[in-house]
């Protein structure tokens, strides 16, 4: 039995760490936007053999475990103890790994999903497991909680799945412009001195919103945010200002990644493609993804 996961992409537009010694406690405040594009994850399970191994892809490479090591540690967790067989999870992106996505969370969440589907567990636990992996490697801290809310989110209370506290934003017509230019290690910008700056002006951000909570608010926030904490800037900066000229609502940095989004509708769909074809930068538009992430047995022929 074949069974497949789909996990939508996630953009934060602003956020705040929370650390804490227990990983179901560690998460993130803040806001961001669910993609109809993310991540499929396929998992077979074969039985017979001899030994038990677990095989992780990702589009369609094999990846060892040292390279894929959150979706590797959400596997071992979730894999009966005494099962012998092979185990082959697939991860299938949209967006590049590292740009900003969540596709860490959504390979984990999706592992955990299908793993759970298949061996037996219920939707809570899959995504404390996945939340689990994501913090002790350092992957991220509000994707997994984010993901399963669904739609726009505010993350109101910190925490993994049973802990943290996610609402929702009433959103419209909007689609989502989405500007992947390039990586930016989240780990890299949590260990950095800018980190007391994030969470000053997160946490004036989130305070607001909650004031204000409409979508255009939390794209006019997330803009102040990018450009108070000094992580938008240079050209990336210089290209935020030139889209915002054909669009209403304030285009802000991907968080974590080196690349843009703005919320868009009507006509301004068709003016930002156009700009951005000029300027030779590659975009994509996508739907606002709304409701959990979805699991269930596949068959070939299904749609992806």
């Known amino acids: 039995m074949l069974v497949r996961a789909f996990v939508p992409a996630h953009i934060t537009a602003f956020f ?16 961001g936007i669910n993609l109809t594009k993310g991540t499929n994850v396929f998992v077979s399970i074969e039985t017979g ?14 990846v060892k475990r040292e390279n894929a090591v959150i979706s590797y540690s959400v596997a071992e967790r979730l894999v009966p103890e005494g099962f012998i ?36 567990g219920t939707w809570l636990r899959a995504a404390q497991i996945a939340h689990e992996a994501e913090v002790r490697h350092r992957g991220g801290l509000g994707d997994v909680i984010a993901q399963l809310a669904g ?34 290690s989240t780990r890299e910008v949590l260990d950095g ?12 951000a989130l305070e607001k919103l909650l004031a204000e ?14 450009e108070k904490t000094g992580l938008l800037s240079g050209e990336l900066l210089e290209l935020a200002r030139e889209l915002d ?4 609502t304030p285009s802000s940095m991907i968080m974590l990644g080196k690349g843009l989004f703005a919320l868009v509708r009507g006509e301004e769909v068709e003016s930002a493609k156009r700009l951005l074809t000029d300027l030779g930068v590659p ?3 996508t739907e606002i993804y709304e409701g959990k992430p979805k699991v269930g047995r596949w068959f070939e022929g299904d749609a992806k």
Not at 49 to 62: D, Q, S, W, Y
Not at 245 to 248: E, G, T, Y
């Open 16 to 31: 705040v760490p929370v650390f804490h010694d227990d990983p179901l406690k560690t998460g993130s405040l803040g806001a």
């Open 49 to 62: 053999t001899l030994e038990r191994h677990i095989h992780v892809a990702f589009n369609g490479e094999p």
């Open 85 to 120: 067989g092979e185990v082959e999870i697939w991860q299938y992106f949209d967006f590049p790994n590292g740009y900003g996505f969540g596709n860490s969370a959504g390979g984990a969440l999706g592992t955990a999903l299908t793993l759970s589907y298949r061996f037996g």
């Open 151 to 184: 739609g726009i989110e505010v993350r109101v209370k910190a925490g993994g799945p049973g802990i943290g506290v996610v609402d929702n934003l009433f959103f419209g017509d909007y689609k989502v412009l989405v500007v992947p230019l390039g990586k930016l």
């Open 193 to 204: 001195d800018v980190v007391k700056a994030i969470e000053a002006e997160g946490s004036k």
């Open 213 to 226: 909570p409409t979508p255009e608010r939390m794209m006019a926030l997330a803009r102040e945010f990018a």
């Open 245 to 248: 000229k054909v669009i209403s």
């Open 283 to 285: 975009y994509d538009v």
